[in-house]
C-alpha cells in the first residue's frame, strides 16, 4: 500500500503506474493476499509482476510508460524501509 500510495501522491508522473499497479494489484488479492497463505506468495507476486511486459498504456487520457521491473524494485525499496522500521520498532 505504500507503493500505492506514494505513486498516488507523486501526481501526474506516476498516474499511468499508479493506476496500473492498483488494477494488478487487486486483480491479485485472492491469489497472495487474502485468507491464509503460505510463506513466500509475496514473492511469487513479484515473480508474476516480472513476467509483465513493458508497455505503453493510456489511462485517464494519459499515455505511460509500464514498467514492471521497475515496479518490482520500487516494491523492493519499500520492503526494505519496512524492514528497517520493524528493527527499530522490536529495539525499543
Avoid at 50 to 64: E, F, Q, S, V
Avoid at 67 to 87: C, S
Wanted: net charge negative; charged share 30%; hydrophobic share 40%.
Amino acid at each position: 500500500h505504500r507503493l500505492l500510495n506514494s505513486y498516488k501522491d507523486e501526481g501526474e508522473e506516476k498516474r499511468v503506474s499508479y493506476s496500473w499497479l492498483k488494477k494488478f494489484y487487486v486483480e491479485s488479492l485472492d491469489t497472495y493476499f487474502d485468507g491464509n497463505q503460505s510463506f513466500g506468495r509475496a514473492d511469487d507476486f513479484i515473480d508474476d509482476l516480472l513476467i509483465c511486459p513493458p508497455a505503453l498504456k493510456t489511462i485517464g487520457g494519459k499515455l505511460g510508460f509500464i514498467d514492471p521491473l521497475a515496479i518490482a524494485e520500487d516494491i523492493i525499496d519499500f520492503r526494505g524501509i519496512v524492514a528497517k522500521e520493524w528493527q527499530g520498532a522490536m529495539k525499543n
